[in-house]
């Protein structure tokens, strides 16, 4: 299946401004994910995403952070007011081709790595 | 909340020998265990995968092993090349659906040595 693509690759921003991340997971997918790796530490679920609503999301997700799938195609992690500890690698996931059935794995973008300076 | 553990942060193992890679659990919910290998620069791919009712499943050179009362699964790797060197990450699920997020390990770096 097509890869899932995130732009951009690198992303520095100033504390308290607002970062848009991008993914590019094809349409015809039901369930999207959004997890971030602060350097060193492990993967964490921030949020996930079905039919175009948000089914799930972790105590990471606060009122900071927002989801959408604004063209049916691109889905994007906005951050309204980055804080330095926001500064993280941010992955994209989808689910395959059987739903969101974790035997048959979820395919990872390559990541964006913010830096809130 | 450490629900998914990897105790060993690397290991280095000579190439053709067989590498393992441990992970133990404590939420016996978790129903679905899967095997990420990511390189630097790039997202986690997946690898394998087991369900809780199989003790083990294989897929060419990756077997997974599952202990449900030990609450441990472990990768076997068998023969390790070079270019198996990278950071494996065991993740679980507690089902599908939009119960399907995965929990992550903090990660083995394996090192295959020529």
């Known amino acids: 299946e097509p890869e899932v693509t995130q732009t951009p690759s690198h992303q520095v921003t100033q504390m308290g401004q607002e970062v848009i991340l991008r993914c590019v997971p094809i349409s015809n997918h039901l369930y999207f994910y959004w997890y971030r790796q602060i350097l060193g530490q492990k993967v964490e679920f921030l949020v996930s995403f079905y039919n175009n609503e948000i089914s799930e999301k972790s105590e990471i997700f606060d009122d900071q952070f927002s989801v959408e799938r604004p063209d049916g195609s691109n889905f994007t992690l906005k951050i309204r007011s980055t804080k330095l500890e926001d500064s993280a690698m941010y992955f994209c996931a989808r689910g395959n081709n059987r739903g969101a059935n974790p035997l048959y794995g979820y395919t990872f973008g390559s990541g964006t790595r913010l830096t809130v300076v | 909340d450490q629900q998914v553990k990897q105790n060993s942060p690397s290991l280095s193992v000579q190439e053709g020998r067989i590498s393992i890679l441990n992970c133990d659990y404590t939420?016996?919910?978790?129903?679905?265990f899967l095997w990420y290998k990511k390189y630097p620069a790039e997202g986690p791919t997946f690898l394998i995968s087991?369900?809780?009712?199989?003790d083990k499943n294989e897929d060419g050179r990756f077997t997974v092993f599952l202990n449900k009362s030990a609450k441990h699964l472990s990768l076997h790797i068998v023969p390790s090349q070079p270019g198996d060197s990278a950071v494996y990450f065991c993740a679980a699920s507690m089902g599908v659906g939009t119960a399907s997020k995965l929990t992550f390990g903090t990660g083995t770096r394996l090192q295959v040595t020529l």
């Open positions: 087991i369900s809780s009712i199989k």
């Open positions: 939420n016996s919910m978790f129903d679905y």
